[in-house]
């Protein structure tokens, strides 16, 4: 695996340190992207997460972990986050985080949802709700490389409002026709929409990863139940489960 060799790369062993908020950018009503520059950054892999560490006035501390958004090759290194309606740190890094601010992260951690473009394909990314911020890291790093796979992303969403990222996917999608890409919206689209509605199921799958005999590498990002149900029908497809490497959070109801 090209670059695993960085010390703390893979295992996340690395110390906590500051990391200044350069820009934030509102996503949807309920997510926000945050342009960070790290004091000393060591480099990621497409696919990795950071841990971010709030402290109170009183002592309380609170850490979450955040998929990285950007690729190795952009400038500054992006976290997405998705407001979470009880929660500790997402409320503050959605609605309060402000450019000049200081975060405490530590990482790059993660070593096996991660791709690169040594590792080849066919890509196949499926994605449930904020399980798109991984995936876009590994798309932008297709972007920028030889881009000689052939990548097909599938997104589920409740809303096109709720697509995390759209304007940029739509783009790529229109610029390289060896990127497919599918919305599948659960709870509301527009009278002129033809994509899959509905929850993501067996045959659209089919579909989207192809026959088992192409050799796909699968990522499956989101809510546990989704990633959950996804594996299970593309194991059921026919597809190695050494080729699918999933990712799963708490449930966001999409």
Known sequence: ?????????????????LAKVAGVKDETARTRSIQLEPADWPGHLPGQHVDVRLT????????????????????????????????????????????????????????FFVWEESLGG?????????????????????????????VHLVYSSRSLGEVIYREELLGYAAAYDRIDLRFALTREWPEDYTGHTGRIDSALLGQVAGPPADGALIYVCGPSGFVETAANWLVELGHAPERIRTERFGPTGT
Do not use: F, N
């Open 1 to 17: 695996m090209a670059g695993a060799a960085l010390p703390g790369r893979l295992t996340g062993r690395l110390a906590w340190q």
């Open 56 to 111: 109170a006035e009183d002592g309380y501390q609170a850490q979450r972990s955040y998929s990285i958004a950007s690729a190795p090759e952009d400038d500054q290194l992006v976290l997405t986050v998705e407001r979470l309606q009880d929660g500790e740190v997402s409320p503050y890094l959605v609605e309060a985080l402000r450019p000049g601010d200081e975060l405490e992260l530590r990482g790059p951690i993660g070593g």
């Open 122 to 150: 066919p890509l196949v990314l499926i994605g449930g709700g904020s399980g798109v911020v991984p995936l876009r890291s590994m798309l932008r790093h297709w972007v920028a490389g030889s881009r000689s796979v052939p």
